[in-house]
């Protein structure tokens, strides 16, 4: 059974910087695209940054320039440096493990991110 669990969220005030973990268990990590997710409160998820098995990235244009996202094939991790917080990055953030173009698909349960003085 695949898991995936976040670490990393937090309170954190406008211009700070987190660093989200996300270790995955149960699949091969390596040949698994990975992501992180948002969803603020009365929205819909939405992909913030994505990497693929050879390390191509994807961002969301309002990130661009704030996070990367990068993996540790060797920790079965991904991991979503974020810094130049805003108060709109206020959202419970997701980590995904698919491999695309299959029915492989897992969730990690999420960690609450808040900016705010």
């Known amino acids: 059974q695949v898991q995936l669990v976040e670490s990393g969220g937090g309170l954190v005030q406008p211009g700070g910087s987190l660093r989200l973990s996300c270790t995955v268990s149960?699949?091969?990590?390596?040949?698994?695209?990975m992501g992180w997710y948002r969803q603020a409160p009365g929205k819909q998820r939405d992909m913030v940054a994505t990497?693929?098995?050879?390390?191509?990235?994807n961002y969301a244009d309002s990130v661009k320039g704030r996070f990367s996202i990068s993996r540790d094939n060797t920790k079965n991790t991904v991991y979503l440096q974020m810094n130049s917080l805003k108060p709109e990055d206020t959202a419970v953030y997701y980590c995904?493990?698919?491999?695309?173009?299959?029915?492989?698909?897992?969730w990690g349960q999420g960690t609450q991110v808040t900016v705010s003085s």
């Open positions: 995904r493990r698919y491999i695309p173009g299959s029915n492989f698909d897992s």
């Open positions: 149960g699949s091969i990590f390596s040949i698994d695209a």
């Open positions: 990497i693929g098995i050879g390390g191509n990235t």
